[in-house]
């Protein structure tokens, strides 16, 4: 399966988020599912790759022409695709992709995970789709999306679109195991 992990490129956060970022690539690579990402080598987006190649999966990344340089660029991807901009790297991943994982990352990632999380909503396509909450990271995004639901911003049925797992191993399990959610229309 091939598999899109969106989360960090920052090489300053906390050791947690780099080692849950290892841990899932090594899950993936033994499991003999394709990374598909951001194409970098920095961050938690470094991390995912590197354990996939060292445990024997295949990774391909994704990056746009002006990210696109030497100490950023995961050079040793078996894959490497440059895009124009951003909006074809974003289409890119998700084309390929036949399930989403997110792991803690700044606004990059929030406004993948936010396009994930709509298309889904609007039944684009049906692939699984979840967060992976290291240390909490994801514990305010909760509590907004629980906002939503409560306020009807968003139906609560889609609680089960967008699911938060506390490890790697959760995450895997649930893309594993993953059965489409009942259909439920958007609109109110």
């Known amino acids: 399966m091939t ?11 906390d050791g ?9 690539g090594s899950r993936m690579g033994r499991a003999g599912h394709t990374l598909v990402y951001g194409g970098g080598r920095v961050g938690l987006m470094g991390a995912v790759a590197r354990g996939v190649h060292e445990s024997g999966g295949k990774v391909i990344g994704v990056i746009p022409g002006f ?3 030497p100490g950023v660029t995961y050079t040793e991807a078996d894959e490497l695709i440059v895009t ?22 700044g606004f990059g990632t929030l406004e993948e995970i936010t396009e994930v999380i709509t298309l889904l909503t609007f039944r684009v396509w049906v692939k699984p789709f979840v967060l992976v909450n290291t240390s909490g990271f994801y514990d305010p995004l909760i509590e907004l999306f629980e906002r939503y639901y409560r306020e009807s911003f968003a ?22 195991d993953f059965t489409p959610p009942p259909l439920v229309s958007k609109w109110f």
């Open 3 to 13: 598999i899109c992990v969106f989360c960090s490129s920052s090489d300053a956060v």
């Open 16 to 24: 947690a988020y780099h080692a849950a970022a290892s841990e899932l």
């Open 67 to 69: 990210m696109n340089r």
């Open 84 to 105: 124009p901009d951003m909006r074809e790297r974003k289409t890119r991943m998700e084309d390929m992709a036949e399930a989403f994982i997110a792991l803690p990352g």
């Open 155 to 176: 139906k609560p049925d889609f609680r089960a679109l967008c699911p938060f797992v506390d490890t790697p191993a959760q995450a895997m399990d649930y893309i594993r």
